[in-house]
């Protein structure tokens, strides 16, 4: 899984308290996701609701990348970058739940996430229109002489969208900060990719617009750190990459998905590459994590993940009268 | 250009102007466009801009309009004052989703947070007979777009005090050239005017008719007010300008006190702006019309090319004949 056409360094350099930042996000993300799905069963959340599980370690990889004042453009699976940008559990909720204390003030909902504060740009529902986006933030960054680096996350499926190759273009001939990180889950709605692509990686697909791409195991956060810190550090130079995330999408596309398109054989296999419980185990063992801990991290997370939803389904939603408010500044700005 | 702004001006040196006066003013707008920078713009309408402006502010992009259009809005997004010129308005369907979706939808879905200070520079309108594809006047799909602003003025002085105000804008501006008027002179605005947007102005001032045209058919429906006045018949002309917000005050006040209005565009018919016009009449000034509001647009067909593109479009003519018999009626 870890076949790359550009070589990315194999080994990172992970602390030990690395390891626990990175560990400790990936189980919030995780416990996150668990609660929103059960939200949503106990009709408790109404719209709809795309797990991030399976994603973690994107997340976790990104912690180590980050720096302050860095833009991240999301998509609509992209809880765990969005946490590791900076925004907190009840940021995240509040969007989903879409009630008045999110970015959106309650116009956005699960799709339209964004955070003036973390710099994080993720208004779009449409499929790849945020590559493209991401294209003019990194842009912006570079004329004005800025160092900040631009991430922007997509699926697997949004790789087939025309803005994918004429944003990747625009990114390599401009010499922009970006680095894209195509999120390949293994499925593309209810379809799969493997029928969509006549490439082995997505990542392959960089070459065709002079840039490098890396395919990597998704589920490794020690090596998707890796690769991304090398892809960051081009970044900076006005080097843009494309680095393929693969990883395995564990719940359906929504939930509600009743997944009938998945083989049962490879459902039955999910826990095997489980990210969260296998990055658990190593960090324990490499690092000396205290189990103790980790135990206590779980817990205070289901904590604040239902303190959290717990507040969210409380809070008031978008009034009659600001539904239709803050679509022109000069008529209303709030 | 100093020596040209003398005392008149042409459309096209008002667009340039527009463009080289908010440069110096605001560095953080830039020009994006495909050959607006070395080659000058197809329609020359850049000139001189990346020899004083560079390549960092005036950027030759490749035939890439969803991608830049979406650029665009990141670029507006993160600080910058972005201008996008789309070469030809036909084109401006590849970047739909970027302006209906994300520009105008970004403010109201950041709960009022995130601005997006963009302009898209587009050329419409028949004149040059080159066929199906590079003459559309398209404006009526975007004043259906709450978040974005439309713009189309007719004559030098609007163009370039309504592009400096669009390049102003806190919102995402469509800005419609029209391409047969790049070489239609008049005289110069006062130095640094700033025209409002949404605001109409009344062309002509008359007494027997309200003519309300847009873009190229402001000139036709001027020619007919003056083949009118010949036969006694005193037509005022209202050219909007901006056609989202519509300044329908102006509209309603002129068609109270005149009883009569016809509307006329170069886009088809259905569902075209002047749909929208006449509904406005129709709902304020009901009891003031002496007859039904009449509406002249360009045929509902695809356009050919060469001479044969003449028969689609309202002229002067046809505006002033359709004027008498409303008003003698």
Redesign the interface.
Known sequence: MSSSKTKAPAVAEVTADDAARMLRLMITTRVLEEQLAQAYADGKLTGWIHSSEGHEALGAALLLCFEPGD?L?PHYRSRPEQLAKGMSVREVVAEVFATVD???????GET?V?S?EHNV?G????LG?N???????????K??GEPQVTLCSFGDGTANR??FH??L??AA??DLPVVFVCENNYFTELSRIVDFIRVENIADRAAGYGMPGYAVDGHDPELLAATLRTAFAAAREGRPSLVEAKMIRRRGHWEGDPQQYRDPEEVATLDDSDPVPSYRRLAIERYGLDAAQVEAWEAAARDEVAAAIAWASERPRISREDAT??????V??? | MAERERTELNTRWAITQAHQEEMERDPSVILIGQDVGAGEGVFGLTRGLFDQFGPTRVLDAPISEEALANMAVGAAINGMRPILEIMFMDFIALTVDALANQAAKTRYLSGGSIGVPMVVRTLAGAGFRIGAHHGQSLESWFTHIPGLKVVHPSNPADTKGLLKAAIRDPDPVLFIETKALLGEKGPPPPPDEVLPLGKASVARAGTDLTIVATGRMVGESLRAAERLAEGGISAEVIDPRTLLPLDTETIVTSVARTGCAVVVHEAPRPSGIGAEIAAVINERCLYELDAPVIRLAGAFSPIPPGPAEDWLFPDAAQIAATARDLVEG
Request: proline share 0%; glycine share 14%; hydrophobic share 45%.
């Open positions: 833009h453009v999110a970015g959106s003030r309650g116009r956005g339209h964004s003036v740009y208004m779009t529902g449409v229109a590559i493209a986006l991401s294209t003019g933030v990194a842009l912006a960054s004329l004005r025309g803005t004429e944003a273009n625009l001939i401009w408010r803050a679509v022109y500044a000069e209303d700005n709030g």
